[in-house]
């Protein structure tokens, strides 16, 4: 998490609890045992052997389960954040998300390490220091270039949003600071930009926030188009003040971008706020998830920040609410035999 994030945390969350609504981006009793690990395999990248298999990409557009993913301080240069959290809960996450600062470069050694643990790797890419419309011009074009050969290099799948809550305004690419086309002609620069490069291992995820914040705010207008977007990320947060079911948060959002889209749903940042209701909060997220064929999963906003824990680690109920819930939840499998 960039400070950045860190620091605009607090103002969101109290923002949304203030206007009853849930968080925008801004767990769990004792726990049964963790499944065991996956074991590190030597990541092999396109034709330099017949070590670890690559993914197959297409078997993720429309997996076979759900994904569990987590985003944790840490992760995934370092797997024991990640390990902590699946020990807590009893299940292997099998996504792992980062945040990406602008300008920084794709870090390949994180990916592999997350395909070595199982995961698919998730790199929320945030454009700070600059504007969607010099990225839109062709302002960073050397820098997005260099990013996709690395991404192409890498091989195995991975996720990538881009300026994501992008209908937000606590975000400098969000409503204040630019225009709903601005940013749909960026994000089509971007995409385009991959395409030139020969970059087939993306999953693009549009990721905007929950309208209850922003209601007078249309979604449609950054929508850049279903041949540019793979996945459809919501952020929506359980907040003691707002609503405690899956439908009751993330409906009214849903059935908005149900008027131009059929692309899958992914929860793409959540937590649930400590109070009266989180159990039952924590289990209408996941038992949400699991109903809607068209949810592909969920992930974790696993921090504590700014006086607000959403962590899983130091909170008994909610991981034990956790723990009880994905118990049973068919994971997608990552790993790949030799």
């Known amino acids: 998490m960039t400070g950045v994030r860190a620091g605009r945390l607090a103002a969101c969350v109290l923002g949304a609890t203030a206007m009853s609504a849930a968080v925008s981006a801004c767990g769990l009793i004792s726990a049964p045992q963790p499944t065991a690990a996956v074991a590190n ?5 396109p034709g330099t052997g017949s070590g670890q298999r690559i993914i197959p990409f297409a078997s993720l557009m429309h997996p076979a389960g759900k994904f569990l993913g987590v985003e944790v301080p840490g992760a995934p240069d370092s797997l024991n ?6 020990a807590g809960i009893g299940r292997n996450p099998n996504l792992i998300g980062q945040y990406v600062q602008w300008n920084t470069p794709f870090d ?3 990916a592999a ?14 454009p700070f220091d600059t504007t969607v419309q010099a990225i839109a011009d062709g302002a960073s074009d050397a820098y997005i270039t260099s990013f996709a050969k690395a991404v192409r290099a890498f091989g195995n799948p991975v996720a990538l949003s881009f300026g994501h809550e992008m209908n937000g ?16 002609a960026a994000w089509r620069h971007i995409h385009d930009l991959f395409a030139k490069a020969g970059v087939h291992n993306v999953i693009w995820i549009w990721n905007p926030n929950i309208i209850n914040p922003m209601p ?7 929508w850049p188009g279903s041949a540019y977007v793979d996945w459809v990320g ?3 947060y359980f907040a003691t003040t707002g609503p405690h079911t899956f439908d009751g948060l993330y409906g009214p959002t849903m ?6 889209t059929t692309r899958p749903f992914i929860i793409a940042e959540t937590a649930v706020e400590t109070g009266p209701s989180d159990a039952v909060s924590v289990q209408n997220l996941v038992s949400g998830v699991e109903q809607h064929t068209d949810v592909l999963g969920l992930v974790w906003f696993n921090y504590d920040k700014n006086g607000v824990d959403w962590t899983v680690d130091g909170r008994p109920v909610v991981r034990a609410a956790i723990a009880g819930s994905v118990a049973g939840m068919r994971l997608v499998s990552l790993a790949q035999a030799k």
């Not at 606590?170 to 225009?179: D, F, I």
């Not at 007078?216 to 950054?222: A, F, H, K, T």
């Not at 059935?255 to 131009?260: C, D, L, N």
């Open 81 to 86: 954040p990640v390990i902590t959290v699946a």
């Open 113 to 126: 390490r997350s395909v070595g643990y199982g995961a698919l790797y998730y790199a929320a890419w945030e």
């Open 169 to 184: 305004d606590w975000y400098p690419w969000g409503t204040k600071q630019t225009t709903a086309a601005s940013f749909a």
């Open 108 to 110: 390949a050694a994180a």
């Open 41 to 45: 395999p030597v990541i092999q990248q």
């Open 255 to 260: 059935a908005e971008i149900r008027q131009f």
């Open 216 to 222: 007078n705010v249309q979604l449609e207008p950054y």
């Open 234 to 236: 919501i952020t929506g």
